[in-house]
């Protein structure tokens, strides 16, 4: 199971005090990691750079201002925007999980 985690090196404009993107994927893959094992896999997408497909749908609403990054995408799902929280992120893959 791959969680996606969307994000620019720049901060957004009302994520001063938060952690950026980067570092929401190194977290939730450290946290996810205790409780599922390696079964589940946090990758941090660029909003910045050439990307296609779902990855590039996503990048372009964020700049559109449709979401706010960190933006956390579960199988073409959103999770979690802005500052994800980790309950609402387990209790998404858990549904998945239980089918």
Same mark, same amino acid.
């Given at each position: 199971m791959e969680i996606l985690v969307f994000g620019a090196e720049q901060l957004c404009a009302s994520c001063v005090n938060l952690p950026s993107a980067k570092?929401? &994927?190194?977290?939730?893959q450290a946290a996810l990691e205790r409780k599922y094992g390696s079964g589940i896999a946090v990758r941090y997408v660029d909003i910045d750079q050439p990307l296609e497909g779902m990855e590039a749908d996503f990048a372009a609403r964020i700049h559109a201002e449709e979401f706010w990054y960190p933006l956390v995408v579960l199988q073409g799902q959103v999770i979690g925007e802005g500052n994800p929280k980790l309950k609402d992120?387990?209790? &998404?893959?858990?549904?998945i999980r239980l089918g």
């Open positions: 570092d929401t &994927a190194e977290w939730l992120i387990q209790q &998404a893959i858990e549904n």
